[in-house]
C-alpha cells in the first residue's frame, strides 16, 4: 500500500503570503496525484489533478507540481477564502485510494 | 449536472444495523467508481472502499474488510455503505465520492452511534 506523508501539519501563514505545502508517496505514483481542499463543515474539493492541472474553476493562484514520489502544491499568495485543510490522494496504485494525512493553512 | 446525493443523519445505538445511501445523477453511474471515505471529527480520510457499479466488483480496505458491505443497485443509481452492529467508534462523517480520480463527492451523511 502506498502511503502518503505531508508536510507540514500546519502552516501558519498572513493573507498575500505564498503557500508551499509538500507530498511524499512511499513508492512512485508517477504523476496520479490530487490534492483536495477541504472547509469546515464542507465536503473536499478537487484543486488539483495528475499533480499539475487545475480543475475546473480553480483560481490561477493555486499550481501543482512533482511526479514519483516528491509533489508540492503552492498558493501564491493566499485569499481569505484558503484557509482550510489540504489533502493529497494518489491514484497510481490502488485499491486503495490513498490519502494523505492534510495539511492545515491556518491565518497567523 | 454531476450530483452524488446521500441520505440523512443517522443517530444510533450500539449494536444496530444500518445503511446510508448515495444516489448519482447526470453522468454514466455504471461507468465511474464510487468509493465511501470516512471522517472522524477532527480527522483526516480514509478510504474504506469502493465498487463499479458497472458490475458490482467492490474493494475493500483492509481497515474496513468484514466491518462493512458496499453495495449497489443500477435501476435505481444508487450505492449503499451497510453496518451489521454499529459501535461507538463508527460516529464520523461518511462521503460518496466519484473515482477514482475523485472529481464529484456527494455532501456527506453524519453517523452518530451513542447509547
Known amino acids: 500500500e502506498i502511503v502518503l506523508t505531508q508536510s507540514p501539519a500546519t502552516l501558519s501563514l498572513s493573507p498575500g503570503e505564498r503557500a508551499t505545502l509538500s507530498c511524499r508517496a512511499s513508492q512512485s505514483v508517477s504523476r496520479d496525484l490530487a490534492w483536495y481542499q477541504q472547509k469546515p463543515g464542507q465536503a473536499p474539493r478537487l484543486l488539483i489533478y495528475d499533480a499539475s492541472n487545475r480543475a475546473t474553476g480553480i483560481p490561477a493562484r493555486f499550481s501543482g507540481s512533482g511526479s514519483g514520489t516528491d509533489f508540492t502544491l503552492t498558493i501564491s499568495s493566499l485569499e481569505p477564502e484558503d484557509f482550510a485543510v489540504y489533502y493529497c490522494?494518489?491514484?497510481?496504485?490502488?485499491?486503495?485510494?490513498?490519502f494523505g494525512q492534510g495539511t492545515k493553512v491556518e491565518i497567523k | 449536472e454531476v450530483q452524488l446525493v446521500q441520505s440523512g443523519a443517522e443517530v444510533k445505538k450500539p449494536g444496530e444495523s444500518l445503511k446510508i445511501s448515495c444516489t448519482g445523477s447526470?453522468?454514466?453511474?455504471?461507468?465511474?467508481?464510487i468509493a465511501w471515505v470516512r471522517q472522524v471529527p477532527g480527522k483526516g480520510l480514509e478510504w474504506m472502499g469502493n465498487?463499479?457499479?458497472?458490475?458490482?466488483?467492490?474493494r475493500y480496505s483492509p481497515t474496513f474488510q468484514g466491518q462493512v458491505t458496499i453495495s449497489a443497485d443500477k435501476s435505481f443509481k444508487t450505492v449503499y455503505l451497510q453496518w451489521r452492529s454499529l459501535k461507538a467508534s463508527d460516529t464520523a462523517m461518511y462521503y460518496c465520492?466519484?473515482?477514482?480520480?475523485?472529481?464529484?463527492w456527494g455532501q456527506g451523511t453524519l453517523v452518530i452511534v451513542s447509547s
Open positions: 490522494q494518489q491514484r497510481s496504485n490502488w485499491p486503495p485510494w490513498t
Open positions: 465498487i463499479y457499479p458497472g458490475d458490482s466488483d467492490t
Open positions: 447526470g453522468y454514466s453511474f455504471t461507468t465511474y467508481y
Open positions: 465520492a466519484r473515482g477514482p480520480l475523485i472529481d464529484y
